[in-house]
């Protein structure tokens, strides 16, 4: 890893329209999405993260602290199509993805979409359904295509899942696969309110809620446009990309882990890193950003052993503990 001696190379360039728009997309859907999301700022910010990357969302959380609000927030604040699947035990998957029907009339046989062929799609209570409907999704995570009956078709642009399930309640419930976790880029936690943000819920829905009066602020046009620059003219520097193979690395060497990040990983905390730095007005990946986004890009990948387990070790202080033996780029390693 990098020694005292080296230091990463800034592009000398001052910052440049692309980011300036990028920036101001991604605010604009924040601002928007915070008149229904209070006093949630930094999930707020991940979440548009993930739509600015083109990644998956898993929000994990208790009930009623606005998980389904916020993937309807985002929906509506950049205009895409909005389905929402309600997974129970009962789902098929071809409740998912669509059926072919056979028309008598023209002697063929017909596809109706399923509910994933929209462009935010919410899977409500995954962890509801049965291993064969969750893996329903896979395709279209990674692929972002279905097969039905052996044709192929092509999801519309953008697509993203925002899959939200329940930690505490696990009764009639199936864990996601390794599989499954690895394609969400992020996992995020809303938490409960603090008593002033939790007043300023009451007041703003005692008439209404303020989903119902949502606009759009960004075309998704413009989405798609922010969604290339944000992987063409982002810098990232190659003292930046060891230092993420390195934090990968450790996870995959940690004592206390059965099995670590996978190189998927290593792109998403790349791709994320891109859409911070820009946010953030800068066109060049920092240090800080990689830390920033480690534990929600990577803690949902890892496999906790058994005897960790017992000692209550969780995943996110894995994260923080290679976060402080990784050397950082330019600093001289103890």
Same mark, same amino acid.
């Given at each position: ?227 290339? /620059?944000? !992987?063409?003219?982002? #810098? *990232? ?10 934090? +990968?690395? %450790?996870? &995959? ?24 730095? /820009?946010? !953030?007005?800068?066109? #060049? *990946? ?10 929600? +890009?990577? %803690?949902? &990948? ?33």
């Amino acid at each position: 890893m990098a020694g005292g001696n080296q230091a990463i190379r800034l592009p000398f360039l001052s910052e440049g329209v692309a980011v300036g728009f990028i920036s101001d997309v991604a605010q604009k859907i924040i601002d928007n999405v915070e008149t229904v999301i209070v006093g949630k700022h930094g999930v707020v910010e991940q979440a548009t993260l993930a739509l600015l990357c083109q990644g998956h969302v898993l929000i994990e959380d208790v009930p009623g602290v606005g998980k389904t609000a916020l993937a309807k927030a985002l929906a509506r604040s950049v205009g895409c199509s909005f389905r929402r699947i309600q997974f129970t035990p009962d789902l098929l998957p071809s409740d998912v993805t669509g059926v072919s029907i056979y028309n008598q009339k023209t002697g063929e046989f017909e596809f109706r979409a399923g509910p994933v062929m929209a462009q935010i799609v919410l899977a409500d209570e995954i962890n509801r359904a049965t291993p064969k409907t969750q893996s329903a999704l896979l395709e279209s995570m990674e692929e972002h295509q279905i097969t039905v009956d052996g044709v192929t078709h092509p999801l519309p642009i953008p697509f993203l899942v925002m899959a939200t399930q329940n930690p505490i309640e696990y009764e009639g419930t199936f864990p996601l696969p390794e599989a499954q976790l690895d394609r969400f880029l992020l996992r995020l936690s809303l938490g409960y309110p603090d008593a002033s943000d939790e007043m300023l819920i009451l007041g703003r829905q005692q008439i209404s809620h303020p989903l119902d009066m949502l606009q759009q602020v960004v075309q998704v046009d413009e989405l798609l446009e922010a969604q290339m /620059a944000v !992987r063409r003219d982002v #810098y *990232v520097d190659r003292l930046i990309r060891q230092y993420i193979v390195a934090i +990968v690395g %450790a996870t &995959r060497q940690h004592p206390d882990v059965y099995l670590g990040a996978s190189p998927r990983g290593s792109l998403g905390l790349f791709r994320t890193a891109q859409a911070l730095a /820009a946010l !953030r007005g800068r066109d #060049y *990946v920092i240090p800080d950003d990689i830390k920033w986004l480690a534990e929600p +890009v990577l %803690a949902h &990948r890892l496999i906790v052993n058994p005897a960790a387990r017992i000692k209550n070790v969780s995943a996110r202080e894995v994260i923080a503990e290679v976060l402080e033996t990784v050397p950082i780029p330019g600093a001289r390693s103890r």
